[in-house]
């Protein structure tokens, strides 16, 4: 195993961004002969870490955790194990390149701030999946049962190996990637100081997980709303009937975008990737493939949310064209009675 710090040696800014200087030279030790000597004991855990690209480290573990979670789904017959672990998944990664840091003496401070963040979204993300189990991307049960009624058992099962489990792993490691853009900057000869762009990326990340705690909050107070009103016809106090026969909140942040919590947590992995940008001097890099997976991936999941959903609640439709997806707008600003006014 090598001796020497398993990180590229760069000399400016604009290397960090280099993929051919940062990553290609490592990826022969995304082999089992790598692997190897830390499955048979031959080299103790931590000098195989300390010896092994953190992003490569990052890969290693990806790829265990789709087969644990391909092998639990199949076993199980529920495809919802990725989305289990969602929450915890990003977390995880951050805290290893910080960790990774920290055992070698470089600068952590965007690194350490970057995590300290990643916990609090994944605490947020643990209790809304935990308290809601069914309004939040860690709840994708019902999806996967339509998709699998839908197709045939063996397309299914391909799905589950390619998507399910192998590339929502990927890209679970892959919105992570600036971390190690980050890392990487941590040891140049100067690393770049704090600035105020830091600051305010930073500020904006929680500012962004706040507006999403308070969508997801709106929309749990609605559906226990609901649930109380349709078990004892009784309207709880701050609705009204109208509001809660439609089905579906159309009120608070759910007036300017049909999915606030969603464009919140789509725009804290932009800007988790804009954050490398701004340190890297650069207006794009390769770890921007990860955000951009995350945002196809919401289009398609949301898609087939909204269509299930229109064909539950005739109203659907009409909100849908009131307001925008994800892009806030000011189609339904009042809420539920601009849907009064249609039908006046």
């Not at 290609?24 to 931590?46: D, N």
């Not at 099962?157 to 490691?173: A, E, G, K, M």
């Amino acid at each position: 195993m090598a001796a020497s710090l398993p990180l590229p040696t760069v000399s400016s800014i604009s290397e960090i961004t280099d993929f051919s200087k940062t990553v290609t030279p490592f990826l022969h030790q995304l082999s089992i002969s790598h692997i190897k000597p830390l499955l048979t004991g031959q080299v103790p855990v931590k000098e195989w870490y300390l010896s092994t690209n953190p992003l490569i480290t990052a890969a290693h573990f990806a790829l265990a955790m789709t087969l644990i979670v391909l092998a639990a789904s199949e076993i199980n017959r529920n495809y919802s194990q990725v989305d289990r672990l969602w929450s915890l998944l990003p977390t995880i990664y951050i805290g290893h390149y910080t960790l990774f840091a920290h055992m070698n003496g470089l600068d952590t401070q965007r690194l350490d701030t970057l995590t300290a963040f990643s916990l609090l979204w994944s605490v947020r993300l643990t209790y809304n999946y935990w308290r809601k189990g069914g309004y939040n991307i860690g709840s994708e049960d019902y999806r996967w049962e339509i998709i699998q009624k839908a197709i045939p058992g063996w397309a299914f099962t391909l799905l589950n190996i390619v998507f399910i489990s192998f590339l929502q792993n990927v890209l679970l490691c892959m919105i992570t990637a600036p971390a190690y853009l980050h890392l990487i900057s941590s040891t140049l000869p100067t690393v770049p100081a704090w600035s105020l762009s830091d600051l305010i990326l930073s500020r904006a990340l929680l500012i962004t997980l706040v507006a999403e705690a308070f969508a997801d909050q709106q929309q749990w107070a609605y559906q226990n709303a609901k649930k109380s009103y349709l078990a004892t016809g009784t309207v709880p106090r701050g609705y009204t009937k109208a509001d809660l026969d439609r089905g579906f909140v159309v009120t608070g942040l759910w007036s300017f975008c049909r999915h606030p919590n969603f464009t919140a947590e789509q725009t804290i992995w932009v800007l988790v990737y804009q954050w490398s940008c701004l340190v890297c001097d650069e207006l794009w890099n390769w770890t921007g493939l990860g955000a951009v997976g995350y945002l196809a991936l919401f289009q398609g999941s949301v898609w087939l949310t909204e269509r299930i959903t229109a064909g539950k609640y005739k109203e659907y439709k009409e909100y849908q064209k009131m307001v925008n997806r994800f892009v806030p707008g000011m189609g339904a600003f009042t809420g539920a009675s601009e849907f009064e006014k249609k039908k006046n």
